[in-house]
């Protein structure tokens, strides 16, 4: 990977337009693959940021519908209920030997991932981050605002070459995030898990913020916390539950998951690259998950 690699992000929502914005405006090539009229907008017009942590800036950032030549490396930042379809946007042929870098939850994608792509080339990550696309960005730049006062990364190199995942991270890191590689990939993924799947199933099953949820709904919080764990710890990530209710605790009240935004929004949940994940791993590992798979089932029971 070179100095300054050339990546392609597909998918440019919140995550994948705030990623690709900070990477272009610290001098890298990127392309953004996308929806043709989407990609037709970002080509002309640009991406455009608000940003507390970064200030308000403008990036310039090539664009098309499919991937046409080699990149060094393919974030993939679309949600999960879309990923089928928008891997169809990179065919392997052309993307041969680059790195693919997952930012997605749930912990089911780098299975699907390794099955179309090079297994030793997909390098599954986590984004801790808050970034929202305003509007369908159909005129004008594609505006990201870029809410939380950080942008954390964590990728995996469990079988992707060391040296480029660094080289990435390196990349990442330079542009503004905080990016580092991490040991474990099923550590790192389930690091995320146990912390989003509560939080995902309970604001969302009662439309509630978090403060409110916590403190309404708290004996369903510690039994979400205690199966999710267990879950966690079954398929060899350890994760302490007292240590995930403290952070629960310490959230900002107003704080509202992605999946209960996307149910406001009407638009399709993540519903079962979560709760239906969790339900899957629980019953590879007999581990009893009774208000995971009430919740699960009420969401579902409720059209989502």
């Known amino acids: 990977m070179t100095s300054k690699p050339t990546v392609a992000i597909l998918g440019p929502g919140g995550i994948g337009g705030l990623l690709a914005a ?3 405006r610290s001098g890298h090539r990127v392309i953004c693959l996308a929806r043709e009229a989407t990609a037709h907008t970002l080509g002309s017009s640009g991406i455009e940021v608000r940003s507390g942590q970064f200030g308000d800036f403008r990036a310039t950032v090539e664009a098309d519908s499919e991937l046409r030549e080699p990149v ?5 930042t679309v949600k999960h209920t879309a990923l089928d379809a928008a891997l169809t946007r990179v065919p392997p042929a052309t993307l041969g030997d680059a790195l ?3 930012l997605l939850n749930g912990i089911e994608h780098p299975a699907t991932l390794r099955a179309r792509y090079q297994p030793n080339r997909v390098a599954p990550g986590v984004i801790r981050v808050e970034s929202t696309r305003l509007g ?7 505006a990201i605002e870029h809410g939380s006062p950080f942008v954390e990364i964590d990728l995996a190199a469990d079988t992707a070459p060391r040296p480029r995942v660094e080289a990435l991270a390196d990349a990442l890191s330079a542009a503004g995030a905080t990016a ?15 912390f989003l799947a509560p939080f995902a199933l309970l604001t969302t099953r ?3 913020p978090l403060g409110e949820a916590r403190t309404r709904h708290r004996e369903e919080l510690e039994s ?5 764990t267990a879950i966690s710890r079954a398929c060899g990530a350890p994760v302490d539950p007292a240590q995930a209710l403290a952070r629960y605790d310490a959230f900002p009240p107003a704080a509202k998951s992605s999946m209960q935004r996307d149910a406001e929004a009407g638009h399709l949940l993540e519903l079962d690259a979560i709760g239906g994940a969790l339900l899957r791993a629980a019953d590879r590992h007999g581990v009893p998950v009774p208000v995971t798979a009430r919740l699960v089932r009420e969401l579902r029971a409720a059209g989502h």
């Open 136 to 142: 369908p960005g159909t005129s004008g730049p594609l």
């Open 206 to 208: 009662y439309s509630l």
């Open 180 to 194: 580092r590689v991490v040991e474990d990939e099923t550590t790192a993924l389930w690091a995320k898990m146990a």
């Open 72 to 76: 060094d490396a393919c974030l993939i």
């Open 224 to 228: 979400l916390v205690a199966e999710t």
């Open 100 to 102: 693919i870098v997952p």
């Open 22 to 24: 900070l990477l272009s």
